[in-house]
């Protein structure tokens, strides 16, 4: 079965620091992983998108890592914001098909 | 704005009634998505259509049906709505046939309360 696991559930750092976020998944055949924003009540946004070739792959303070061996992901937030507080969504889409498995999310709250 | 509308943004209904969504895709998009996403749920995937057909089927019960539109708009029927319905249900587009390829677009997302 395809899954998508994310951690931690939810983390709270302050203003101006960095931090980083967790996906693991099972699911094959592998396409892409995203990541994306969402804000309370809004829409998923997204952040970063990697095939299975690429390792890094960077949206102005968001980082993006995969290590397609591993079925790891992490994303990196620098110099955080308070705008930044949101859930943060890890997705893994299966190669030919519109299945996109989506994990729980990570809700990350950046306090002043 | 990611060009994708959907309404009614709330609603607020009781068991056993019938709603309808609607959503509008990004100028251009022939492929419509139907999510629904329950309190501290991932999102989950309900059905695709693509240039006016069913192009893949998720976890939809069958008190839900959903069609696109000649325009591309697309609606999505909740009948016999349960407690359990209670979700935002939010529509994505993208110019692909499979999800895979390029990027989902996201509406609002449409806030359902059954009481």
């Known amino acids: 079965k395809n899954q998508v696991e994310q951690s931690p559930q939810s983390l709270i750092i302050l203003e101006g620091k960095n931090c980083t976020l967790q996906?693991?998944?099972?699911?094959?055949?592998?396409?892409?992983l995203r990541w994306y924003k969402q804000d309370t009540g809004r829409g998923p946004v997204s952040l970063t998108i990697?095939?299975?070739?690429?390792n890094t792959k960077s949206n102005g303070r968001y980082t993006a890592t995969l290590d397609a061996d591993t079925k790891q992901s992490s994303l990196h937030i620098t110099a955080s914001q308070l705008s930044d507080s949101a859930s943060y969504i890890c997705v893994v889409t299966t190669s030919g098909y519109s299945t996109l498995t989506f994990g729980k999310g990570t809700m990350l709250l950046v306090s002043p | 704005d990611s060009g994708v509308t959907q309404t009614p943004k709330h609603l607020i209904t009781a068991t056993g009634q019938r709603v309808t969504l609607r959503c509008s895709p990004r100028?251009?998009?022939?492929?419509v998505y139907w999510y629904q996403q329950s309190l501290d749920q991932g999102l989950q995937f309900l059905i695709q259509y693509y240039n006016g057909e069913e192009r893949a089927k998720g976890n939809i019960l069958e008190r839900f049906s959903a069609q696109q539109f000649p325009d591309l708009h697309s609606e999505l029927n909740l009948s016999s709505l349960e407690l359990g319905d209670s979700a935002l249900y939010f529509c994505?587009?993208?110019?692909?046939?499979?999800?895979?390829?390029?990027?989902?677009?996201f509406g609002e997302g449409s806030r359902l309360t059954v009481l």
């Open positions: 100028s251009g998009d022939l492929s």
């Open positions: 996906c693991n998944y099972t699911v094959s055949p592998f396409s892409n």
């Open positions: 994505a587009s993208s110019p692909y046939p499979t999800a895979d390829t390029g990027e989902l677009f």
């Open positions: 990697m095939t299975f070739s690429e």
